[in-house]
């Protein structure tokens, strides 16, 4: 989908929601919009225009990236000119990403317009996938499995947690990335029943599992994978919670695909870990969709949640932790098919020992 057809979409919402325009700060939001990469911009999505306020440091590179977009250069304060930009009537923004602050200042500079709050206008039209940003998904991962088999080649060669979390992310960027998707979590033992936990300058011991988070970003587009790693002999307890981690793991994906709530596939792995004991060790959601933000929707979890849709990237993460002790986490990244799902990630999921 073009972003020009993304335009088309969002004024579509508009007409629906009966707003007169719509003032989108999110910059994920914008860049999805208008193309626009930067870190100060404000959107006004229109009838018939879209225009974007940014200053004068993206005056040049602005008007190269936006598709079918006006581009005004405001002061640093891009509410000055915001007025200029916005017509009269029911106006909508976004009210998870303004503050209340921000909300009166748009009053004040917005008079005789009806402000009106609205929640996941663009991020409703985000959540399925087009051709374009699923090739995007599918560079990124491809790159993270490439650092990430290449680690458990080379072991962990007595690298501290951080090191081996610098060295991941180096090797995606000199493959093409742009950077890791988020902070690369690198845990050793007890440290990995922390699920996000902070990779230490403490060396990764033997006879333990050490979880790897890690995912890449190409053009703004996120990947997002966890394997976890044996360095020797392990104790009863983790080798066992392996073995119920990759069954739940994969009795999800296997009921992935269209059709299905959310909460009914966390259920199918909750289901699993719960009947071996350890339910308890499970704490955080199934999953998450991922895309521009590494964490977006559809969210799979026993509260809220949506039903699947084709062109919905998830991912599919049951972990077990035993504090004190060590945890236990694998994740495949998914494309939601007509039939099932694609699973993006191409590392192997059974247990596997590598050297430190």
């Not at 989108?24 to 939001?29: E, I, K, P, Y």
């Not at 699923?134 to 947690?161: K, N, V, W």
């Not at 997002?224 to 790693?229: I, P, S, V």
Request: with cysteine; proline share 4%; charged share 25%.
């Amino acid at each position: 989908m073009s972003i020009a057809a993304r335009q088309g979409r969002i004024r579509e919402e508009l007409r629906g929601q009966g707003l007169d325009a719509v003032v989108v700060t999110d910059l994920v939001n914008i860049r999805y919009l208008s193309g626009f990469v930067g870190s100060n911009g404000v959107l006004v999505v229109g009838p018939t225009s879209l225009v974007l306020l940014t200053d004068s440091r993206y005056a040049t590179a602005a008007r190269d990236q936006v598709t079918d977009t006006d581009v005004v250069i405001a002061g640093r304060d891009l509410l000055d000119r915001l007025a200029e930009t916005v017509p009269r009537g029911r106006v909508g923004f976004e009210a998870e990403n303004v503050t209340v602050a921000r909300r009166d200042r748009l009053a004040a500079r917005l008079e005789g317009v009806d402000l009106v709050p609205t929640a996941g206008i663009v991020e409703g039209l985000r959540v399925v996938k087009d051709p374009g940003e699923l090739d995007l998904i599918r560079d990124a991962t491809r790159i993270a499995d490439a650092a990430l088999s290449e680690l458990i080649t080379r072991g962990f060669a007595g690298r501290t947690e951080a090191r081996v979390a610098w060295d991941l992310e180096g090797a995606m960027r000199d493959a093409g990335a742009e950077g890791a998707s988020f902070d690369i979590i690198v845990a050793g033992g007890a440290h990995g029943a922390l699920p996000h936990a902070v990779p230490r300058a403490v060396a990764v011991p033997p006879d333990t599992l050490v979880v790897v988070d890690m995912g890449a970003r190409v053009g703004g587009y996120a990947s997002d994978c966890t394997r976890t790693l044996c360095t020797g002999t392990l104790p009863r307890a983790l080798e066992e919670a392996y073995a119920v981690c990759l069954e739940a793991q994969r009795a999800a994906l296997a009921a992935c695909r269209p059709g299905v709530h959310s909460g009914d596939l966390d259920s199918v792995a909750r289901g699993v870990i719960a009947d071996a004991g350890l339910g308890e060790h499970f704490g955080h959601g199934l999953g998450h969709g991922v895309g521009l933000d590494i964490h977006e929707r559809p969210w799979l979890r026993q509260e809220g949640g949506e039903v699947l849709k084709t062109g919905m990237v998830v991912t599919i993460e049951p972990g077990i932790y035993f504090e004190g002790v060590g945890g236990v986490r694998i994740e495949d990244l998914a494309i939601v098919t007509d039939d099932g799902c694609e699973v993006l990630t191409g590392v192997p999921t059974d247990l596997t020992t590598t050297t430190i």
